[in-house]
């Protein structure tokens, strides 16, 4: 099938024309099998504590446990990146996560499951995520030729993120009714090979690295120094923390929406979160009909009222259905805003810092998580879950308001830089390609 005219691109060419490069093929793909597990885990463990502890605040403990080692070691896991070959790395840190899921349905599986030993795998896990995440987002600009492309592969790849949201879900729910939580750590686990197998099938070019003795302090300080100077990404990075401290927060109190406020049990649970996918799978779907970088930072800031105020509303709701539609439009909101703030970053970013803006981008992520996760839960146990997703809604918007009083100083600084960087404003100017995702050809437009 032809997904682009010679001369023009389609929209639908536009919006996947990172599948021009077969290394982003294998990681798409493979990590989309994984992720439907890793949903599928996500989902079963929630709901195995709430059935086994029956508190709101069990859930943020649970959360917390998972959030705080990738909040403290990512730092460490961005200076290593810079340093070490990211595609070695990602390929063991998919064993190690394969074993905390197989240790997880032993558990479960035998009847040992309980809220001590979940909240120390989480920890575990925690710690793989903490080296896996920074380098699978450092990984992304390698995947691909033309870098005007970076924008379009953090959008699908956000798309891939949210989209198996959809189906991890919804088969969690079905498999937990049915059978129990111990099947979706399970298939967890064998869901890994297909992770294993795409980075391990890469064929990457090694970047240039630095080889000076490794001084993790004097570079972990650089890092940080560097984001502090630069305007565009400490605001970025400040806003993300404040969307992580509200976002990661509500899907916490989300077993507790589906019991007490909805009337439901894990299928509405799951009917929930994957609804929220949705939202965030068309969030991304129109970041990757963009062409390019340029207008960014306005859809994060109409990110944030979008996400804010449709949670403030989402707090309200007593109908299941309305409630599904607004959790939609939540997720929306918030991957625009979490897509877009990383597609700049990676954008204006220098690339021997890379990794550790990276690191920091993780930590401002999920710094406030955890705070969020307690908060939320706290909330919830003495005022109830709606107040918890009020006051996560009536947060976001401020933070909206304050990163529009910001806009005429980020495009002062980022303008330049995409110039520099080469960055074109109209991406299907002057170039077409006749592609079968498979056999990619390109040639001068007309």
């Not at 969690?172 to 967890?188: Q, S």
């Not at 100077?229 to 077993?255: E, H, K, N, Q, Y």
């Amino acid at each position: 099938m032809n997904y682009y005219r010679r001369g023009r691109g389609t929209a639908l060419a536009i919006a996947f024309r990172a599948f021009r490069y077969r290394n982003y093929r294998l990681f798409f793909f493979g990590q989309g099998i994984s992720l439907i597990g890793t949903w599928m885990q996500s989902v079963a463990t929630s709901w195995l504590v709430y059935r086994i502890t029956g508190s709101p605040l069990a859930l943020g403990i649970v959360a917390f446990a998972g959030q705080v080692p990738v909040f403290l070691l990512s730092p460490v896991a961005g200076v290593l990146n810079d340093r070490w070959n990211g595609q070695r790395l990602l390929v063991t840190v998919q064993f190690l996560a394969m074993s905390q899921s197989l240790i997880l349905a032993s558990i479960t599986f035998t009847g040992y499951a309980a809220f001590w030993n979940i909240v120390a795998l989480t920890a575990i896990l925690g710690l793989i995520n903490s080296f896996e995440m920074p380098t699978r987002q450092a990984l992304v600009i390698d995947l691909i030729d033309d870098k005007n492309d970076l924008g379009n592969a953090i959008a699908l790849n956000s798309a891939l993120f949210n989209g198996t949201r959809l189906v991890g879900p919804a088969l969690a729910g079905v498999l937990v009714a049915l059978v129990g939580e111990k099947f979706c750590f399970l298939i967890n686990a064998v869901s890994y090979f297909a992770a294993i197998w795409a980075f391990s099938s890469m064929k990457i070019t090694p970047r240039e690295r630095d080889r000076r003795e490794l001084d993790l302090l004097g570079e972990m300080k650089e890092g940080v120094l560097y984001a502090l100077r630069f305007t565009p990404i400490r605001d970025i990075l400040l806003l993300i923390a404040l969307i992580s401290l509200v976002g990661m927060s509500f899907p916490v109190v989300l077993p507790v929406f589906a019991v007490k406020i909805l009337g439901g049990g894990s299928g509405a649970y799951g009917a929930l979160v994957a609804f929220s996918g949705l939202g965030a799978t068309a969030g991304t779907i129109f970041l990757a009909l963009r062409k390019n970088v340029h207008g960014l930072d306005s859809v994060i800031t109409a990110g944030m009222f979008i996400f804010g105020l449709s949670l403030v509303a989402f707090s309200f709701s007593k109908s299941f259905y309305l409630s599904l539609g607004l959790i939609a439009v939540v997720g929306f909101g918030m991957i625009i805003n979490i897509a877009s703030c990383n597609t700049i970053i990676q954008t204006v970013v220098d690339e021997d810092k890379r990794g550790r803006i990276l690191s920091l981008y993780i930590m401002s992520f999920m710094g406030t998580a955890p705070l969020g996760s307690l908060l939320a839960g706290s909330l919830s146990k003495w005022f109830g879950a709606p107040a918890a997703a009020l006051t996560g809604g009536i947060i976001a918007v401020a933070g909206g308001l304050f990163f529009a009083s910001r806009l005429g100083s980020i495009r002062r600084l980022v303008g330049p830089v995409y110039r520099e960087k080469g960055y074109t404003e109209d991406l299907s100017r002057g170039v077409g390609v006749e592609a079968d995702f498979g056999n990619t050809r390109e040639y001068a437009g007309d």
